[in-house]
């Protein structure tokens, strides 16, 4: 049994799985949630925390997050950005591929996990490009990112036009079990939009975005998958 169990008092525990949101204290002994009649066990008393007008939850889980390296860790690293993750009560988290190289090849991937396993203080996984370079282009090799680890598929912030790119890559999916998540842009009607077209781009002189622009690109998904 651990020497410095900890008793968070007076939280609002919240679980979902469990259907429970209540006000009530949790035991935490060896890092494990604890019955409370442990209490009169312990070895020692625990460290108490009050955690009044505060939420205790499961972790948090974030499945687009940017920690930018390889190649951009002047703007976060995993070691930065996982600890803004802890301190916001995240987990787990799942990072995009645009970076430096972006994540379109097995060797990235094994790149991330060696650096999160060495400097994160949470759960880091990563996705794969769909496309190699995210130019929507070619088919990044999705069988050796699923086998590298990857968990889903995504050219981030580049929406894959190419209507026969797009359907190879969710065969391939299927085939390897991914996810693909698809940045729904239709380039020819986005255009340089800046904001919902309607009234007030008009109003504001703002060029517009229609919503037509993200339906068509959901469509087509649906219809390819």
């Known amino acids: 049994m651990a020497s410095n169990p900890t008793l968070l ?15 009530a204290d949790l035991l935490l002994v060896d890092g494990r949630i604890a019955d409370l009649s442990q209490l009169a066990n312990l070895p020692s008393a625990p460290t108490e925390i009050d955690c009044t007008g505060k939420v205790v939850a499961p972790g948090l889980i974030d499945i687009h997050v940017h ?12 070691a930065s950005g996982s ?80 209507h026969e790119v797009m359907r190879r890559a969710l065969e391939y999916a299927r085939m390897f079990n991914l996810v693909v998540m698809d940045h729904c842009q239709d380039y020819n009607l986005v255009g340089k939009g800046v904001m919902h077209e309607g009234y007030w781009s008009t109003v504001l002189g703002l060029p517009g975005w229609p919503a037509a622009g993200e339906e068509i690109i959901v469509q087509r998904n649906a219809l390819l998958a």
């Open 9 to 23: 008092r007076n939280g609002r525990v919240i679980d979902p799985a469990n259907k429970r949101d209540e006000v």
């Open 67 to 78: 920690f930018r390296e390889p190649g951009q860790s002047h703007k976060e690293t995993i």
């Open 83 to 162: 600890r803004a993750a802890a301190a916001g009560g995240f987990t787990s988290v799942v990072c995009m591929p645009n970076t430096a190289p972006c994540v379109d090849s097995a060797s990235v991937v094994t790149w991330i996990q060696e650096k999160a396993k060495a400097e994160a203080c949470v759960n880091i996984y990563t996705t794969g490009a769909i496309t190699k370079g995210l130019k929507g282009e070619e088919l990044a090799p999705i069988g050796s990112l699923k086998k590298a680890g990857v968990v889903a598929l995504t050219d981030d912030g580049h929406c894959v036009q190419n």
